[in-house]
């Protein structure tokens, strides 16, 4: 499944909309997801499971691409 992460680059961050960045992230769940970016300490606002319609539309931007962590 493809997961959605919205999070901010600074962990002690306030979450301000224009500076929240997203990501996509392959994994089993939503645990999985956070075990993969614990390294990378950020500060994650919002993790979205993808539905098929929701990723078809996702795959339409030019941004999309999954990341390997």
Do not use: G
Not at 14 to 23: A, G, I, K, L, Y
Not at 27 to 42: M, P, W
């Amino acid at each position: 499944m493809i997961y959605k992460v919205l999070y901010q680059e600074l962990p002690d961050e306030v979450p301000v909309r224009e500076r929240t960045n997203s990501m996509y992230i392959e994994a089993e769940s939503e645990r999985e997801v956070r075990t993969k970016l614990s390294s990378q300490n950020y500060n994650i606002e919002y993790i979205h499971a993808l539905d098929e319609a929701h990723l078809a539309y996702e795959k339409q931007s030019e941004d999309f691409q999954t990341e390997s962590v």
